[in-house]
């Protein structure tokens, strides 16, 4: 069935670490992208056809939402793990979520697959002019500007469509229109910053976001001091979101940050559980004082080995 992963797949992705992608035989070397394409694409409207998979059938735009998400996040961990094969893999799964809603569209008469990609495709050209046009850009901030204000463009030109040429004050699109809300509130809050950026609103350097990330925390500690919970949350979404804005000044993820710190403490909390196993208590039980002790010792045993894979590397 499609989108599911199993237990085979998952062990096999793991012994696979560093393999490059296996050599295709000479039938599949005749294949163009294009053609495994439209066999990707007919395999998947014969999963959703009346005699085809009971649970491929049963799949609607929102309970796939979840896989969408997954599988975005699994081609993240491919690309960080250096196995080319399980990159290629993952990169696939993503890409059958994509024929998955088309397929669901096409069924209920609203658009295709080929819609898809022939809206993204004339979207990359009409975006490129320095590139299919003539207009030319000297550095990539130029780029950038330029798309943000192209984009404005499209939005104007598609609200006159929706709502006659002459629009309403009150209709007018901000330039902060396009950020989904549905995105986990890291990468909200990343997009939300840089488009301001954009539009000239922005510090004039990072000094300027650490101060800002300092005051902050003071507040934060006055409304816990004061046991305000209203005020707590607010500060605190204050707080996030001012680090939110620090790590795109830094060039920084903070959704890649955060699930690595996330990944960190796990691995870090796994061993100390290890380690109370070995002296034959369970983690729970161990004192708060040992608790500190096996943390420490931990974080000593990973240090050490990036140090001693450093230098395997060298």
């Not at 998952?10 to 560093?18: A, I, L």
């Not at 735009?61 to 196995?83: C, N, P, Q």
């Not at 007018?172 to 939300?192: C, F, W």
Request: hydrophobic fraction near 35%; include cysteine.
């Amino acid at each position: 069935m499609a989108s599911r992963k199993t237990k085979r797949k998952k062990q096999t992705s793991r012994r696979t670490s560093s393999r490059k992608v296996p050599p295709k035989t000479s039938k599949q070397k005749k294949l163009t992208a294009g053609e495994w394409f439209e066999r990707l694409v007919a395999l998947q409207a014969r999963l959703r056809a009346p005699n085809g998979c009971p649970w491929d059938r049963e799949q609607t735009h929102a309970t796939l939402r979840t896989y969408l998400i997954e599988e975005a996040y699994e081609v993240l961990d491919a690309m960080k793990s250096g196995d080319d094969a399980k990159f290629a893999n993952e990169m696939g799964d993503l890409l059958l979520q994509v024929v998955f809603h088309s397929q669901i569209a096409t069924e209920e008469g609203r658009f295709t697959v080929a819609d898809v990609i022939r809206e993204v495709h004339e979207k990359m050209v009409r975006r490129h002019p320095h590139v299919f046009g003539e207009k030319r850009a000297k550095d990539a901030a130029e780029v950038l500007r330029n798309w943000e204000q192209i984009k404005a463009e499209e939005r104007a030109a598609q609200g006159r469509q929706e709502h006659g040429e002459v629009e309403k004050k009150e209709q007018r699109k901000s330039l902060l229109d396009g950020v989904p809300r549905g995105l986990p509130a890291t990468m909200e809050g990343l997009q939300l910053t840089r488009k301001a950026s954009r539009a000239g609103f922005d510090w004039e350097n990072a000094q300027g976001v650490f101060e800002k990330l300092r005051e902050e925390y003071a507040e934060l500690l006055r409304a816990s001091d004061e046991k305000d919970a209203a005020k707590m949350e607010e500060e605190m979404g204050d707080l996030l979101f001012a680090a939110v804005n620090l790590a795109r000044f830094l060039q920084v993820d903070p959704e890649i940050a955060l699930k690595n710190a996330n990944a960190k403490f796990a691995r870090r909390f796994r061993e100390m559980e290890r380690r109370s196993a070995e002296n034959g208590q369970a983690f729970a039980d161990v004192a708060r004082a040992e608790k500190e002790k096996l943390w420490e010792s931990a974080k000593r045993v990973e240090r050490q080995a990036a140090k001693t894979e450093a230098v395997g590397k060298r």
